[in-house]
């Protein structure tokens, strides 16, 4: 039993140790809008909120074309992190991916991609979305081809073994299919079965491996034969008798022929052991699984015989009550508008216990949800990172208005088959081994003699600090190849930071900074993305074209044209670099030593040096002195001797005031600047008085709220407050979370109330 428990748990060494999750305010986004985001960074074994990785790394980027237009990096704080994008108003309205990476959870191993959110960016909301049908709960999408597959319970038939058969039916896009089918033995027709949920379902045969079987479909192409083959002459059958909430029942068979031996049936979650029973096997046996100490989620049970060889394996969903309980509740239905509402959230565990949870609440007007965005905490955490492939509609098996949803989420698992399950040991033996993270959590840079005297000391330190803020300073040691690293604490700094090195005039020294978004780019390439499937039948949720504004703007100020002028010469800097270039500029007044000669009108003369001169005058053109000396043309004194060619070039416009570019200015203190993590911005939250509420200025925030760091207190309750806009609809708030010191425990609530003029 050791043995078993150990080489899973050795195998997962390879598996990325996090997991990242976003949540948005909302679906769609006008240009011009704040997108405002939660990254939950939690330990993908156990589902709890981890403090190994500092640093969030977040990109924007078109669907179609995989195009970045922002990326940004982030602070992680034990496991949380929620920043906010700008949507230009130049962004091409479109289809985009919001996504988040860290060190630990991704890497070039695994090659689905999940870490993501979905996104529209229209220029304008038009009207309320039209009416739409959804696939599942109306007319499906006409499409006559089907992709039918059969999945027996346990991993294969053996003849004369009564067993389950699942099966499921898709097109041609992935989508479920409904189907009504018989399965014939020797060309007779032996039972009839139909598809009970998202074109899945099942059937029991005791199968003989003499006589042959197929199935027919009734539909579009009647002809089409699907043969049932694979039958075992002899061999066990690892079967589910039924899943109450205290245990797992199971039913292990073996053919009459075979010897009585020892299995062992092998229970893990998420690559961790939690329970293994032995057995004896004569022809059949019956085990049964305590429930209790098990988290929620996916449960891979493993059939091994008496020489610890895998041969059956099923997926089972266990504790599925054992989450979040959230409870949103506002003290009004319907509120006037730009009135103060009030939402008290209780989080309990399915005992009714009290859970301190870590919650992100958004409260925004229905018409910029996305109702084919079927992706929620739970289903990412528990589904769609645990299986291999996408999934459809994955929401469906944590949503209580479903009563099916456990029976349906029963059929989702018997037809996945053998090595789906992403914790599988055979699927973590196939990864590559962790030795080395692609994508940092700290950002790499190197110090680098471009030229270096001889007698020069050999730096050990570069300084790293933010000139708006005195007195922070650090230093960061280099290794002995010249190497450092930007750690969390020096990039929590600032935005824009700067690093300076200690080299002379006569040194050349180059500074470099990797970008570590490169390293993701490239990893990217290798990756699929993966999102769950639920897609709208016929209509588009949304019309962007022949867009109108809305009513309320009639209500303000439209200017037609608004023109900005500038000189062309000034030269943008931040504050620190033009307090650089200022006394740049100013040394370069107190050191100048500039004349020209009366002579010949030699800027610098080396021949007459300061007799016969006179100061430069700005704007005037001078020339320069230069003679033909070993192939090549030289500024200075000739040597003494005949036979030299001279030559006198004119100079630029004198100017003693040169401008500085910002390489140069930066080459000229030994710095060179570098990106922190990206500010937080404080979300906009009004507070009206009763003068304001009737004759303030009109208000349309579409989002009222946005809240991602709610901790419930010891009696997992938390109180908000916030008032609602001028904007008369109806308003959905969602909540979700997770608990702080509860492994596994997930939750997410929706919510609704009118607002009225």
């Given at each position: 039993?050791?043995?078993?428990?150990?080489?899973l748990?050795?195998?997962?060494?390879?598996?990325?140790k996090?997991?990242?999750?976003?949540?948005t305010?909302k679906?769609?986004?006008e240009?011009?809008?704040?997108?405002?985001f939660k990254?939950?960074?939690?330990?993908?074994?156990?589902?709890?909120?981890?403090?190994?990785?500092?640093?969030?790394?977040?990109?924007?980027?078109?669907?179609?074309?995989?195009?970045v237009v922002l990326q940004?990096k982030?602070q992680?704080?034990?496991?949380f992190?929620?920043?906010?994008?700008?949507?230009?108003?130049?962004l091409?309205?479109?289809?985009?991916?919001?996504?988040?990476?860290?060190?630990?959870?991704?890497?070039a191993?695994s090659?689905?991609f999940h870490?993501?959110?979905k996104?529209?960016i229209v220029e304008?909301?038009?009207?309320?979305?039209k009416?739409?049908?959804?696939?599942g709960?109306?007319r499906?999408?006409?499409?006559?081809?089907?992709?039918f597959?059969?999945?027996?319970?346990?991993?294969?038939?053996?003849?004369g073994?009564?067993?389950?058969i699942g099966?499921?039916?898709v097109d041609?896009?992935?989508?479920?299919?409904d189907?009504?089918?018989?399965?014939?033995e020797n060309?007779?027709?032996?039972?009839?079965?139909k598809?009970?949920?998202?074109?899945?379902?099942?059937?029991?045969?005791t199968?003989n491996?003499?006589?042959?079987?197929?199935?027919?479909?009734?539909?579009?192409?009647p002809?089409?034969?699907?043969?049932?083959?694979g039958i075992?002459?002899q061999?066990?059958?690892l079967?589910?008798?039924?899943?109450?909430?205290?245990e797992?029942?199971?039913?292990?068979?073996?053919?009459?022929s075979?010897?009585?031996?020892?299995?062992?049936l092998?229970?893990?979650?998420?690559?961790?052991?939690?329970t293994?029973?032995?057995?004896?096997l004569?022809?059949?046996?019956?085990?049964?699984i305590?429930?209790?100490?098990?988290?929620?989620?996916?449960?891979e049970?493993?059939l091994?015989?008496?020489?610890?060889k895998?041969?059956?394996?099923?997926?089972?969903?266990v504790?599925?009550?054992q989450?979040?309980y959230?409870?949103?509740?506002?003290?009004?239905?319907e509120?006037?508008?730009?009135?103060?509402?009030?939402l008290?959230?209780?989080v309990?565990?399915?005992?009714?216990?009290?859970?301190v949870?870590?919650?992100?609440?958004?409260v925004?007007?229905q018409?910029?949800?996305?109702?084919?965005?079927?992706?929620?905490?739970?289903?990412h955490?528990?589904?769609?990172?645990?299986l291999?492939?996408?999934l459809?509609?994955?929401?469906?098996?944590?949503?209580?208005?479903?009563?099916?949803?456990?029976q349906?989420?029963n059929?989702?698992?018997?037809?996945?088959?053998?090595?789906?399950y992403?914790?599988?040991?055979?699927?973590?033996?196939?990864?590559?081994?962790?030795?080395?993270?692609?994508v940092?959590?700290?950002v790499?840079?190197?110090?680098?003699y471009?030229k270096?005297?001889?007698?020069?000391t050999?730096?050990?330190?570069?300084?790293?600090?933010?000139?708006l803020?005195?007195?922070?300073?650090?230093f960061?040691?280099?290794d002995?190849?010249?190497r450092?690293?930007?750690?969390?604490?020096?990039?929590?700094?600032?935005?824009?930071?700067?690093?300076?090195?200690?080299?002379?005039?006569?040194?050349?020294?180059q500074?470099?900074v990797?970008?570590?978004?490169?390293?993701?780019?490239?990893?990217?390439?290798?990756?699929?993305?993966?999102?769950?499937?639920?897609?709208?039948?016929e209509?588009?949720?949304?019309?962007e074209?022949?867009v109108?504004a809305?009513?309320?703007?009639?209500?303000?100020?439209?200017l037609?044209?608004v023109?900005?002028?500038?000189?062309k010469?000034?030269?943008?800097?931040?504050?620190?670099?033009?307090?650089?270039?200022?006394?740049?500029?100013l040394?370069m007044?107190?050191r100048?030593?500039?004349?020209?000669?009366?002579?010949?009108?030699?800027?610098?003369c080396?021949?007459?040096?300061?007799s016969n001169?006179r100061?430069?005058?700005?704007g005037?053109?001078?020339l320069?002195?230069?003679?033909?000396?070993?192939g090549?043309?030289l500024?200075?004194?000739?040597?003494?001797?005949?036979?030299?060619?001279?030559k006198?070039p004119p100079l630029p416009?004198?100017?003693s005031?040169?401008?500085l570019s910002?390489?140069?200015?930066?080459?000229r203190?030994?710095?060179?600047?570098?990106?922190?993590?990206?500010?937080?911005?404080?979300?906009?939250?009004?507070?009206?008085?009763?003068?304001e509420?009737t004759?303030?200025f009109?208000?349309?925030?579409n989002?009222?709220?946005?809240?991602p760091?709610?901790?419930?207190d010891?009696?997992?309750?938390?109180?908000?407050?916030?008032?609602?806009?001028?904007?008369?609809?109806?308003?959905?708030?969602?909540?979700e979370g997770?608990?702080?010191?509860?492994?596994g425990f997930?939750?997410?609530?929706?919510f609704?109330?009118?607002?009225r003029?």
């Amino acid at each position: 039993m050791d043995n078993l428990a150990e080489r899973l748990h050795l195998q997962t060494t390879n598996k990325p140790k996090l997991s990242v999750y976003l949540q948005t305010s909302k679906g769609i986004y006008e240009t011009g809008e704040d997108l405002w985001f939660k990254g939950y960074v939690l330990d993908a074994q156990r589902l709890l909120p981890s403090a190994l990785d500092k640093t969030l790394y977040v990109q924007l980027e078109r669907e179609d074309n995989n195009q970045v237009v922002l990326q940004e990096k982030l602070q992680v704080g034990n496991g949380f992190v929620d920043g906010h994008i700008h949507i230009q108003d130049s962004l091409r309205a479109g289809n985009y991916r919001l996504s988040a990476y860290s060190s630990r959870s991704f890497n070039a191993g695994s090659k689905e991609f999940h870490g993501f959110r979905k996104l529209k960016i229209v220029e304008r909301i038009s009207t309320q979305p039209k009416d739409t049908t959804f696939l599942g709960q109306g007319r499906a999408i006409k499409n006559d081809s089907i992709h039918f597959s059969v999945f027996p319970e346990g991993g294969h038939l053996v003849s004369g073994i009564l067993s389950t058969i699942g099966f499921k039916a898709v097109d041609a896009k992935g989508l479920p299919k409904d189907v009504l089918g018989t399965l014939y033995e020797n060309d007779k027709p032996l039972l009839t079965f139909k598809s009970t949920h998202a074109g899945m379902g099942r059937f029991l045969l005791t199968p003989n491996s003499n006589k042959r079987y197929h199935i027919k479909l009734k539909g579009p192409s009647p002809q089409q034969v699907y043969i049932l083959s694979g039958i075992k002459t002899q061999g066990k059958v690892l079967q589910l008798l039924n899943t109450p909430k205290e245990e797992l029942v199971f039913k292990v068979s073996q053919s009459s022929s075979l010897k009585k031996e020892s299995v062992y049936l092998r229970v893990q979650i998420r690559g961790l052991v939690y329970t293994i029973a032995k057995a004896l096997l004569d022809k059949e046996t019956i085990i049964k699984i305590p429930l209790k100490d098990l988290p929620q989620g996916i449960a891979e049970v493993t059939l091994f015989n008496e020489s610890l060889k895998p041969v059956a394996e099923r997926l089972v969903y266990v504790n599925h009550d054992q989450k979040l309980y959230i409870k949103a509740i506002l003290d009004k239905g319907e509120y006037l508008t730009k009135e103060e509402s009030k939402l008290r959230l209780k989080v309990t565990d399915q005992n009714g216990d009290p859970v301190v949870a870590h919650l992100g609440l958004s409260v925004y007007d229905q018409i910029y949800k996305t109702p084919e965005d079927c992706k929620t905490i739970e289903s990412h955490y528990q589904l769609s990172t645990q299986l291999k492939g996408t999934l459809y509609n994955p929401g469906y098996y944590f949503d209580e208005k479903n009563e099916d949803r456990k029976q349906a989420l029963n059929l989702l698992l018997l037809t996945q088959g053998w090595r789906r399950y992403v914790w599988n040991e055979q699927s973590l033996k196939a990864q590559k081994p962790l030795d080395s993270l692609y994508v940092k959590d700290h950002v790499e840079g190197e110090l680098a003699y471009i030229k270096k005297r001889k007698n020069t000391t050999k730096q050990s330190m570069v300084v790293i600090y933010n000139p708006l803020e005195e007195g922070n300073e650090t230093f960061i040691p280099l290794d002995s190849l010249g190497r450092f690293a930007l750690t969390a604490d020096h990039l929590k700094m600032g935005r824009k930071l700067y690093i300076k090195h200690f080299g002379t005039d006569r040194d050349r020294i180059q500074v470099t900074v990797k970008d570590p978004f490169n390293a993701i780019n490239k990893i990217k390439e290798t990756k699929h993305y993966s999102y769950p499937l639920a897609i709208i039948a016929e209509k588009e949720a949304y019309n962007e074209s022949d867009v109108k504004a809305w009513a309320s703007i009639q209500e303000g100020v439209t200017l037609d044209e608004v023109e900005i002028k500038g000189k062309k010469k000034r030269i943008y800097r931040d504050k620190y670099l033009s307090k650089l270039d200022s006394l740049e500029k100013l040394k370069m007044v107190e050191r100048n030593l500039d004349y020209v000669c009366k002579l010949d009108n030699y800027l610098n003369c080396p021949i007459h040096r300061r007799s016969n001169s006179r100061k430069p005058v700005e704007g005037e053109v001078y020339l320069e002195f230069m003679f033909f000396s070993d192939g090549e043309w030289l500024k200075g004194i000739a040597p003494v001797g005949v036979g030299y060619w001279f030559k006198s070039p004119p100079l630029p416009p004198y100017h003693s005031d040169p401008y500085l570019s910002k390489a140069n200015l930066m080459s000229r203190y030994n710095l060179m600047c570098t990106e922190g993590y990206s500010p937080k911005k404080v979300f906009y939250e009004p507070v009206y008085d009763t003068i304001e509420q009737t004759n303030g200025f009109p208000d349309y925030r579409n989002t009222l709220l946005w809240k991602p760091d709610i901790i419930t207190d010891k009696n997992g309750e938390a109180t908000i407050r916030f008032y609602c806009s001028d904007i008369n609809t109806k308003f959905i708030g969602i909540v979700e979370g997770v608990g702080i010191s509860d492994e596994g425990f997930l939750g997410t609530k929706s919510f609704e109330f009118f607002v009225r003029k």
